[in-house]
């Protein structure tokens, strides 16, 4: 099937970086000025009174309050009361615009009705869960194969976390070896093995509290398009137990934070084959969200597995699973299978039929009405006109996008390099900036993720985004240099 993507342009990768890199460990931090930050704080307190309060009471029994990492925990979560298209609204009825898209699985806009009143249905007739199996299941991997080749089969499993899991143990298992290669700053999720160089590249076990140390014996990471670090690891692995598989998210770790080089997938693909190493692709955020075959069919490139998450459950719960070459998933195999060598992997509520008439009819909405170019056009048209407000208030600040993957870079706390020597003292001002700047936005009534990065959906119409960049510029004329002591 001739497929489109949302990707209008390729960014030019070698430009961004160097901003990036620049931003984050050349020039002066900036924040919002200090009286206006006074204000917004101010003004978060009383018109977010209700929510505040609800927070207050679940802090007895949550910690922190608040369970969802993306959640902005500054300077208190928000009770989110209804979801809607292009619109949050608040437990005190206050509207928000909505790039937080729920973390990217709802390229259709939040909570859109002809999936929902399709999930009703189901679940009307058969509840969300029997433990046994339903028509929906294989539809759904029918209908990722259609649209993703290299998904000769695919296994449902409950997040993009445990596809993760799921691939490194099928990849060990199929090519007898051991060690596995991820994309330093990347993220796979939260299992033991891949909490290991999160965020920022070499941080290496850093920041893996929890977990003992013998977890990350076959892990190891390379410099993000270092292909050439990759090439010796591949190399160096061989007399040690060889490598089952490198990992990629295909636009470049943590969503395209460090975007990839045009030619890097390519490139990996063929070390790959050279060593005999198996390439998963995490498609968890690009799948059905860049085009219906997933950044894999952008690229051209063919990956042994691909890890979906998110969009694979179009925006409802247990979001996850594995596609790939035949006899590789053939190691997942259900079912008692005596002593034959397997990759154990189960799950009470994996394949539900809930999660997968809810992926499958929100993959055929996403068909239907091509939402995932309208998201990207939207994506285009809010980073060019975050782009001019950048160069209207003379900031250095970054705004880049993957059609409807768009990032927003102020205080670029992930961008620091770990041989800068202000990293210790600069990490913690950085982050603070960004968590000001998404307090900020959220009294001018938009969310974002974490202040630096923005889903869209097809809802983003040219009048939404419009609306959206007037109430990014009345916060971005605050910003100014923090003078160094
Ligand atoms: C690239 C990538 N892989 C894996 C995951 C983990 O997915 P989940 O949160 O469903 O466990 C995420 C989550 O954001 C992700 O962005």
């Known amino acids: 099937m001739k497929q489109e993507y949302a990707i209008s342009h390729w960014p030019d990768s070698k430009e961004i970086l160097e901003n990036l890199r620049v931003l984050a460990n050349e020039l002066p931090v900036y924040q919002i000025n200090r009286s206006k930050m006074n204000e917004y704080l101010e003004k978060y307190e009383s018109k977010f009174a209700k929510s505040k309060q609800m927070v207050e009471l679940a802090k007895q029994r949550i910690p922190g309050g608040v369970q969802h990492n993306l959640a902005f925990n500054y300077p208190f979560p928000l009770a989110i009361a209804k979801a809607d298209g292009a619109y949050l609204y608040d437990v005190s009825g206050n509207r928000f615009i909505d790039f937080l898209q729920a973390g990217g699985p709802t390229v259709l806009g939040s909570n859109y009705k002809p999936v929902r009143d399709k999930v009703l249905e189901l679940i009307n007739e058969c509840g969300p869960v029997t433990g046994l199996f339903h028509e929906y299941e294989y539809k759904l991997a029918d209908l990722i194969y259609s649209h993703v080749p290299s998904a000769e089969m695919f296994r449902s499993l409950a997040s993009g976390t445990e596809g993760c899991m799921a691939a490194i143990r099928a990849a060990r298992c199929f090519t007898d070896k051991k060690f596995v290669i991820k994309v330093g700053g990347g993220y796979h999720g939260w299992s033991d093995q891949f909490v290991f160089a999160m965020r920022i590249p070499g941080l290496g076990t850093l920041d893996s509290h929890g977990i003992p140390e013998g977890c990350f014996q076959y892990m190891q990471e390379f410099y993000p398009n270092d292909t050439a670090a990759l090439e010796k690891l591949l190399k160096d692995n061989e007399s040690k137990g060889g490598t089952a598989a490198v990992i990629v998210e295909p ?203 923005i889903y869209t959906s097809m809802a983003d119409t040219d009048d939404v985004v419009d609306d959206a960049l007037e109430r990014f510029d009345t916060v971005f004329k605050h910003f100014e240099p923090v003078q160094e002591k």
């Open 251 to 453: 636009l470049g770790p943590e969503s395209g934070t460090r975007p990839v080089h045009r030619d890097f997938n390519e490139k990996v693909r063929a070390l790959c084959d050279s060593y005999g190493t198996l390439l998963i692709f995490d498609e968890v955020v690009t799948g059905f969200r860049v085009g219906l075959g997933g950044a894999q069919g952008y690229f051209g490139i063919k990956p042994d597995l691909t890890v979906f998450g998110k969009c694979v459950a179009g925006g409802y719960p247990a979001a996850g699973g594995v596609g790939g070459r035949k006899e590789i998933m053939l190691t997942f195999a259900a079912g008692i299978q005596g002593l034959k060598k397997r990759a154990m992997v189960g799950g009470t509520l994996s394949a539900n039929p809930l999660s997968c008439s809810a992926g499958y009819f929100a993959i055929k909405a996403i068909e239907e009405t091509q939402a995932h170019l309208k998201a990207g056009k939207a994506g285009d048209r809010l980073t060019k006109g975050l782009q001019e407000i950048f160069k209207r208030y003379n900031l250095p600040f970054v705004a880049f996008n993957h059609g409807s993957i768009c990032h927003m870079e102020t205080g670029a706390a992930m961008l620091m390099e770990l041989s800068n020597p202000k990293i210790l003292e600069q990490v913690e001002i950085r982050r603070k900036v960004m968590e000001e700047l998404g307090a900020a936005l959220m009294v001018e009534g938009i969310i974002t993720l974490a202040g630096s990065r």
